[in-house]
Nanobody
Framework: EVQVVESGGGLVQAGGSLRLSCAASGFTADDYAVGWFRQAPGEEREGVSCITTKFGITHYADSVKGRFTVSSAKNMVYLQMNNLKPEDTAIYYC????????????????????WGRGTQVTVSS
């Protein structure tokens, strides 16, 4: 069973930084994707960033380009978030995706994800 656990959320002032961590276990795959998503109150869940683990190919939503950086090491994936804005406030979820390799960040495609429970990020103005 795939297990995904996020950590690192919290409260930060606008312009500050946070680093989220995602630990994934319980599966074996030569190459897979780990996506970061977020959901603000009253909004749909949106893809923020994605990384493929074999070659480290990364993707970002336009709203976070230049501010967020995704990286991976062994079974951990990190999301470094700099210059945070109040509109970044949301619950952030990590997901292991074995059948899509971040293609959903480029075009609308379906995928199967194993989700973590999320971590709250709150940015005050």
């Amino acid at each position: 069973e795939v297990q995904v656990v996020e950590s690192g959320g919290g409260l930060v002032q606008a312009g500050g930084s946070l680093r989220l961590s995602c630990a994934a276990s319980g599966f074996t795959a030569d190459d897979y994707a780990v996506g970061w998503f977020r959901q603000a109150p009253g909004e749909e869940r949106e893809g923020v960033s994605c990384i493929t683990t074999k070659f480290g190919i990364t993707h970002y939503a336009d709203s976070v380009k230049g501010r967020f950086t995704v990286s991976s090491a062994k079974n951990m994936v990190y999301l470094q978030m700099n210059n945070l804005k109040p509109e970044d406030t949301a619950i952030y979820y990590c997901a292991v995706i074995l059948d899509n390799l971040c293609l959903y960040m480029i075009e609308p495609t379906s995928f199967t994800a194993s989700w973590g429970r999320g971590t709250q990020v709150t940015v005050s103005s």
